[in-house]
T-cell receptor, first 113, second 116 residues
Framework: GNSVTQMEGPVTLSEEAFLTINCTYT??????LFWYVQYPGEGLQLLLK?????DKGSNKGFEATYRKETTSFHLEKGSVQVSDSAVYFC????????????FGTGTQLKVEL | EPEVTQTPSHQVTQMGQEVILRCVPI?????FYWYRQILGQKVEFLVS????????KSEIFDDQFSVERPDGSNFTLKIRSTKLEDSAMYFC??????????????FGPGTRLTVT
């Protein structure tokens, strides 16, 4: 079946540090890939997405590139801020059916001054 | 900005009781979903709903679960006889269309269900 694997958290960084959160997937076919973010007390918000191989999704300084050859979609940001502290979820989805999303376990990011 | 809302934010119930979790999807959306996240585990798909019918359901979504769109705005998840293992955060989501690529799903803040 389809699955998403994310690096374990929590990840603790100092402000302005470089962020990488690893995400790899297993899927039959060619899914679309997503990063969702959950700030404390809030719902899941779509951060970025990529719908085909070699696409780069970007938003708010975050970016991720859909790598079919390594089945990966790693999230990166060049300089994190305290306000980026949240839980980040990698997910995949297909067209057809109910368009369900398959999520990873989430990675908590803590950014300190 | 339109958003998905869910009520209540926290529900405590006794084992064997029925609970109804409520969601108001974004008003022009056509597709509705429920997911759950048991503490420390993955966000899991439960069910998707379109045109007043279930489109797809997971193996978790057994006969104890049901969904309904009782009016033009609400989307509910009912658990008929709760079990301890139903304790989780339940997320509602909606999307506008099944685009050729998987559509963006917009999530509510979740309802934390605690079964005692």
């Amino acid at each position: 079946g389809n699955s998403v694997t994310q690096m374990e958290g929590p990840v603790t960084l100092s402000e302005e540090a470089f962020l990488t959160i690893n995400c790899t997937y297993t899927a039959t076919g060619y899914p679309s890939l997503f990063w969702y973010v959950q700030y404390p007390g809030e719902g899941l918000q779509l951060l970025l997405k990529a719908t085909k191989a070699d696409d780069k999704g970007s938003n708010k300084g975050f970016e991720a590139t859909y790598r079919k050859e390594t089945t990966s979609f790693h999230l990166e940001k060049g300089s994190v801020q305290v306000s980026d502290s949240a839980v980040y979820f990698c997910a995949l989805g297909f067209t057809g059916g109910g368009n369900k999303l398959t999520f990873g376990t989430g990675t908590q990011l803590k950014v300190e001054l | 900005e339109p958003e998905v809302t869910q009520t209540p934010s926290h529900q405590v119930t006794q084992m064997g009781q029925e609970v109804i979790l409520r969601c108001v999807p974004i008003s022009n959306h056509l597709y509705f979903y429920w997911y759950r996240q048991i503490l420390g585990q993955k966000v899991e798909f439960l069910v998707s709903f379109y045109n007043n019918e279930i489109s797809e359901k997971s193996e978790i979504f057994d006969d104890q679960f049901s969904v309904e769109r009782p009016d033009g705005s609400n989307f509910t998840l009912k658990i008929r006889s709760t079990k301890l293992e139903d304790s989780a955060m339940y997320f509602c989501a909606s999307s506008a269309s099944r685009s050729r690529a998987a559509p963006e799903q917009y999530f509510g803040p979740g309802t934390r269900l605690t079964v005692t």
